[in-house]
């Protein structure tokens, strides 16, 4: 028997009210009071103590020596840790990074303020960058291709490895969306030559607010990456502590500081645990709705660890009478957060990236077409790129991002949505 929806004006699965992605404790304060009662006591030195002081270099050694990584830097964004990694590389005007258009601007922002072209490659059933389309997308000018870790599953790291040994890349990972997930038993940010973690409130892992952090074993890169964090200024704590007091190098000023570091701290370890409940969530949801096979989920490797910052479910082709974004509809109508096709939502729904005006208008640099244009006969044209896969893919999809806060009873009201309104739409 059909249901009547609540976008129908039947009744809603629920309407009790779904809770925060992440909770701030007594913990979290302590840690704040401490960073401002030792500031207003230290004196005249407060940068040490609210920009580069003890909270900082903490989470930064913990959260690299767990990514096996020999250095770590805090910044006040994913998109900040991402833009210091292209000015690690310093890459020459006109050159090229290979990325997926399912992203946000932060994994290719950088790129561009640095001249560099984004080309953008088809994904796969994985909902990651597909690495077949990443070599055939290679040129003369490809310097680096970013795995963005889709949703926290894991790219295929080993062919990208292999693609960017063969052709002398930079493996740069974004692993903005897949803190502690894990490919083939290690860690995301721990396989590539860098990587960039977000640390915002919508994300798995927050310093309360906006913040980032990107890791590296590799020392040159660690050294310009710091520079350009930080306005290429030495400092006590950094590799160019024995050089004058001077700008090395165009830079800008990403610094963290230290109550969000302070959090940070706090949250480390409550947010691996938090993450298993979140993994938890998605299990259990997926398993009750495995009766429903019109309803595909985000394909995961064998032996890979998938964390579920959003838990993506794919609508098998003709088998309903509705699209994604109706489907997400009703079931928000139900009272469940969940939203239709990755990105746009609503009114807006644009998808990649490469469709929105930055690319469409290659709106960059006044009335310039820089760099999209330079030292190229004509500019890129991004209405040309192709990722057909992906686009079907995607366009299909409807989202839920697991939260960990969530109770027993918010998932089974979703178990019982997702199977109402498939129940509903099912030709
Ligand atoms: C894959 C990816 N990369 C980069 C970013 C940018 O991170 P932030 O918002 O912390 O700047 C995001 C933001 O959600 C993201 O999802």
Redesign the pocket.
């Known amino acids: 028997m059909r249901k009547k929806l609540a976008i129908h004006g039947g009744k809603p699965v629920t309407k009790i009210k779904f809770p925060a992605s992440h909770h701030f404790g007594d913990d979290d304060i302590a840690a704040i009071t401490k960073v401002l009662k030792k500031a207003n006591s230290h004196g005249s030195k407060p940068i040490e103590i609210l920009q580069r002081g003890t909270e900082r270099h903490k989470f930064e050694r913990n959260f690299s020596n767990l990514h096996d990584s020999k250095y770590g830097i805090l910044v006040n ?6 833009n210091s990694i292209y000015g690690a590389i310093n890459p020459d005007p006109g050159t090229e990074v290979i990325c997926t258009p399912w ?2 601007i ?2 290719v922002s950088g790129a561009i303020f640095h001249g560099m072209v984004p080309v953008f490659a088809d994904i796969d059933e994985t909902l990651c960058i597909d690495p077949i389309d990443v070599e055939s997308k290679i040129t003369n000018k490809t310097r680096a291709i970013v795995a ?1 870790h ?1 949703f926290g599953n894991p790219c295929d790291m080993n062919k990208l490895i292999q693609i960017a040994e063969k052709y002398n890349l930079f493996l740069i990972e ?1 692993c ?2 897949a803190h502690f997930s894990k490919y083939q038993n290690k860690l995301v940010g721990s396989i590539g030559d860098i990587a ?1 973690w ?3 409130e ?2 798995h892992f927050t310093g309360a607010g ?3 952090i990107l890791v590296t074993n590799n020392t040159k890169l660690y050294e310009r990456a710091f520079g350009y964090s930080d306005q290429a200024l030495n400092r006590a704590d950094g590799p160019f502590k024995n050089y004058p007091y001077v700008h090395n190098f165009l830079a800008q000023n990403y610094n963290a500081n230290e109550l969000a570091a302070s959090i940070l701290n706090v949250q480390f370890s409550k947010a691996i645990k938090n993450i298993e409940k979140k993994i938890n969530h998605a299990k259990n949801i997926l398993k009750q709705i495995s009766e429903i096979p019109e309803l595909i989920p985000q394909k995961v490797r064998n032996g890979d660890k998938h964390t579920y910052w959003n838990m993506s479910l794919i609508l098998k082709k003709n088998v309903f009478n509705c699209d994604a974004n109706k489907f997400a509809e009703s079931i928000v109508a139900e009272g469940i957060p969940f939203s239709g096709p990755y990105l746009g939502t609503g009114k807006y729904p644009l998808g990649p990236i490469n469709k929105h005006p930055i690319f469409t208008n290659l709106d960059a640099f006044g009335k310039s077409k820089y760099p999209f244009d330079y030292k190229r006969t004509r500019a890129v044209d991004y209405k040309l790129s192709k990722c057909s896969n992906g686009e079907d893919l995607m366009s299909r999809t409807i989202n839920f991002s697991p939260l960990s806060t969530l109770t027993e009873e918010n998932v089974e009201n979703t178990i019982e949505a997702i199977k109402k309104v498939a129940n509903f739409y099912k030709k």
Not at 77 to 82: D, E, F, P, V, Y
């Open positions: 964004s994913g998109t900040s840790a991402i992203t946000s932060g994994s963005v889709m974004d903005t969306q960039a977000g640390l915002s919508h994300q906006n913040c980032g």
